[in-house]
């Protein structure tokens, strides 16, 4: 099972995957809480917008992107519903849409556009290099290290939108933005890698997931960490063996698990009314 780890580029797509999976479930956890779920999929989205545009004017392949992503990140900073008829999501879903159809426009002009959308969606990890891994690796850390010095900080906040009381939070709260701030930069660099779709997965499946199997908040960020660096692993095992495209391998093993956990959680409740 191990054997794949005897070519280089397998153990650098694992490294990348395993340190993006785990900064990315632990921000999913807040992102599920807070009911904003499509807000990693319109980032992801507006990063590839800038990635699109960049290849369009032939310049700024990295500035771009990241100028885009924190200008997305800041403007859903922003966003606080009031009108009880509308919806976050709706707005952020708006904006998906938005940039999908605009990164698509940009890359039609490309010389190379249907190979190019196929790697927005899901990236190209194993042709990634330990250059790219060393500054993932640096920027996650610093992201974590913000996350930890503060969690008390993001976690309460996340609370208070679990909570229904996100109206209390203001136009502008420096928390928020910076929370939306660290979501924004981790996409920005896991997309060059893992493409828009593995991406969400990573912030989503882990999340949802540990919640569905545990009711503490430690246990939820670990088992998430554990879910997503073991899906980066079997995930990378299929491709490799089965000559499977890596990131919709990732992808299809983190569906399982999430079919697995929600089956859990079926047995689980059935449980608990048949012996009460």
Known sequence: MFEMFQLPFMVQAFAAAAITGILLSYLGVHVVGRGIVFVDLALGQISSLGVAFAAFIGMGMTSIPLIFTLAGALLMSFINIRDKRLKQ???????????????????????HGDSDIQEVLFGNILSVGWDKITTIGIVFGAIGLVQLIFFRKFFSLTKSFENGENHLVGIF????????????????YAVKINGVIPVFSYLIVPAVSAIMLSRSNIAI????????I?????????????????????????????????????VQNLATKKST
């Open 230 to 266: 073991l899906a980066s692993f079997l995930g990378l095992y299929f491709s490799f063996h089965y000559d499977f495209p890596a990131g919709s391998s990732i992808v299809a093993v983190l569906g399982g698990i999430f079919i697995l956990a929600s089956l859990f959680k079926i």
């Open 221 to 228: 960020f670990i088992i998430a960490a554990v879910i997503s």
């Open 89 to 111: 999501e709706a707005i952020i879903g708006i904006l998906y849409a938005f940039a999908s159809a605009l990164t698509v426009l940009f890359i039609s002009k490309t010389p």
């Open 173 to 188: 709260n420096f928390w928020n933005f910076l929370f939306y701030i660290s979501i924004g930069l981790a996409i920005v």
